[in-house]
């Protein structure tokens, strides 16, 4: 198994269940045969990044389409229970074993050459940092971490790994974007698939008292969540500068788009086909600018 473009990184953003759009992305780039040599994803981004990984295609689709009609999926009663609107445990622990709903393919994704890196705040702490391949040397160890990295505050139960606990990547200095851990790597170029259209800003989160409670042992994710969007708008703008300059390619969302909890699977599906025609449309113009055409 190879790579054939190695001097570009590909990036991911997350947007919980906004990758409905983008895990069309994903199985255009392999239908095309087109093998990165460096992949990162933050959050839903780094599901795409490990479908990517694994080259299938099929189960990038199915995390974000068919999959939400599993009864196990998640809703307000497993919120209720401690596990989540998203049942995290299952979806990422459970349903990616051999037996499991969407089986995973771990013996490709490590006999895949290209490089990972999977953004994740660690809550307990402060601190940002990317886990990578050396942190994934089983199937389990790769699927808590992108569980880890895709965790959404209050939404989902912090992920405990070792001694630390972890919530969502995109709490981190990046914003989401993990822009800053391609260029610590030593990219020029950046092919870059994002989850919001082109003319988004963010906001800035107005914090609650409800959330400031359920963090209470944990002050730095409230101080991260009134961070994000500054943080977020910045690399965006970045990227944009990027993008002007020929030094990054960048996919902005121009379609259908659902919520970022959004589990109804006819407007995921339409999500979906949105993203499936875009890239379809913007495919060529990829390849000339990877040397691929």
Known sequence: MTSNVTDTALIFEGGGMRASYTAAVVVALLKAGIHLD???GISAGSSNTANYLARDGLRARQSFVDFAADPLFGNLRTFVRGRGMFNANYIYQESGLPDGALPYDFATFQANPAAMSLGVFEADTGRSFYWT??????????????QSSSTLPFFMPTVHIGEHSYVDGALGPSGGIALDAAKAAGYQKFLVVLTRPRSYIKEPMRISRMVRQYFRQYPAVVDALARRAANYNRTREELLELEAAGDAMVFFPDGYLVNNQEKHVVKLARSYAAGEAQIARELPAWKEWLGLA
């Open 133 to 146: 391949r050396d942190d994934t040397p089983t199937a389990h160890d790769l699927m808590i971490r992108v």
């Open 38 to 40: 460096w992949v990162a």
